[in-house]
């Protein structure tokens, strides 16, 4: 292939604040390159719609690129079924696309992974609120997830000391229990429940009644969504045995607040590293890979980050 002159981006999936700066740093760094970048609306669906347009510098983000949510339909479509990925991949040739930029979460890269194993160049941005992709140790979203998460336990602790309950505090995460576990040791939680180590909710009342016994005024509890027992399972067992907590129990689902607002520095600044981490993949054409955060370095630097990992090694 010729230096790339042409390539595009999407975003696909849920939704993670700091999306919009991983594609401005793909524009910004792109052009600096001399290439021409062009944006896909509707993650894959827009790809296989032909629903795109040029990017600019003053022309980019959610509504020019799309971080509009795939359907699972369109996207299985895409990722898994062979007729899909060709007339994608019939789009992208038909707009002389040379090289595609996937934002987003497990089922975006499974779709980028799909693409790639086609023997299109691809290069993936590891972008999800759950932090669940394998070869990332943190994901554009999540510590802008973590603060609102914070911020809400925080404002749940003043409410129940002065009413004297106990709070359940679900967050996201699907399956991953890491939103749980950080903002539950940041938020001084009395007890943390993640998927990862199934919890029997006996235990967990030991502990609320101990938090009693010591005089505490409150106690917090925060449960990751996908966990043995979630938030209204928990209240369903509490429910039965109220007389046994001390405290009167509250629950909290937090849903879909973690993923919206402004994205903290953090969030800015790791996506716009990781954007041009991929425009420097595109560059040296190294395709097939994703590119992440893994300790304390972007990792794409050097190596561009780790190839697109395949379903089975995802949590």
């Not at 595009?8 to 970048?37: C, F, P, Q, Y």
């Not at 404002?155 to 749980?180: N, Q």
């Not at 009644?209 to 005089?215: E, K, L, P, S, V």
């Not at 399972?233 to 919206?260: N, P, S």
Request: hydrophobic content about 40%; some cysteine.
């Amino acid at each position: 292939m010729a230096n790339v002159k042409r390539i595009a981006v999407l975003t696909s999936g849920g939704d993670a604040a700091g999306m919009n700066a991983a594609i401005r740093a793909v524009v910004r760094t792109g052009l600096h390159k001399g290439w021409e970048i062009f944006g896909f609306r509707n993650g894959y669906a827009g790809l296989a719609g032909m629903k795109w347009c040029r990017l600019t510098p003053a022309a980019w983000g959610t509504s020019s690129s799309s971080a509009e949510r795939c359907s699972e339909r369109r996207a299985t479509w895409i990722s898994k079924i062979e007729p899909g990925r060709r007339i994608a991949l019939d789009v992208l040739e038909h707009h002389q696309i040379e090289a595609l930029v996937v934002i987003g979460g497990n089922g975006s890269q499974t779709g980028a992974n799909a693409l790639s194993l086609m023997g299109y160049p691809v290069v993936g941005i590891s972008s999800t609120i759950d932090n669940d992709l394998y070869g990332a140790d943190i994901t554009i979203g999540v510590d802008t997830a973590l603060d609102v998460a914070l911020e809400a336990i925080d404002r749940l602790k003043t409410t129940a000391s002065s009413h004297h309950r106990a709070f359940i505090v679900e967050v996201m995460g699907r399956d991953c229990g890491y939103l749980a576990l950080m903002s539950g040791i940041a938020g001084g939680a009395e007890v943390t429940v993640i998927p990862e180590v199934p919890v029997d909710p006996e235990d967990i009342a030991v502990q609320i009644r101990a938090a009693y016994a010591r005089g505490k005024a409150h106690a917090i509890i925060v449960v990751a969504e996908g966990a043995n027992y979630n938030a209204a399972k928990l209240m369903e067992f509490f429910d039965k045995h109220q007389e046994r907590l001390g405290f009167e129990v509250r629950a909290t689902t937090l849903g879909h607040v973690q993923r919206g607002g402004s994205p903290g520095a953090f969030d800015r600044l790791l996506a716009s590293r990781l954007g041009a981490a991929a425009t420097d993949a595109i560059d040296r054409k190294e395709y097939g890979v994703m590119v992440g955060l893994q300790g304390k370095r972007n990792h794409g630097d050097t190596t561009c980050g780790c190839r697109f990992p395949t379903r089975k090694n995802w949590t």
